[in-house]
């Protein structure tokens, strides 16, 4: 055990190194990664759009309009998993596009992208 746990030690000196060696060993699906961009996408641009909104609107000033927090987390909730599905689907498209030849994938893409 410790002979094992001295052979990784010495393979891997950090996290990082151990990380992305567990990425070569078994990486991701092009539908994985892109529901994971789709999340991405659904969960920050929204979240720092109403970030600001509430850091500009609310001010610090004790009123009733503390009522659109929960909303505005519920909306960014929404579009966060609207995010994952639609990077979902658009990873299985993507998988069925890159078995075309380049040329018909390369005239396809945009319209995978204006459906996205």
Do not use: C, Q
């Not at 498209?93 to 890159?98: A, F, Q, R, T």
């Amino acid at each position: 055990m410790n002979a094992d746990f001295a052979h990784e030690k010495e393979l891997y000196r950090f996290e990082d190194e151990r990380f992305e060696g567990s990425l070569l060993e078994h990486p991701l699906t092009t539908e994985e990664v892109f529901a994971r961009f789709g999340l991405f996408l659904g969960t920050f641009p929204p979240a720092v759009i109403f970030g600001k909104f509430i850091f500009e609107a609310l001010d610090g000033n004790p009123n009733d309009e503390y009522w659109v927090i929960p909303l505005l987390l519920f909306v960014n909730f929404i579009t966060a998993t609207a995010g994952f599905y639609s990077g979902k689907l658009v990873g299985k498209i993507m998988g069925e596009l890159e078995k075309l030849p380049w040329l018909a994938m390369i005239l396809a893409l945009p319209f995978v992208g204006l459906l996205w």
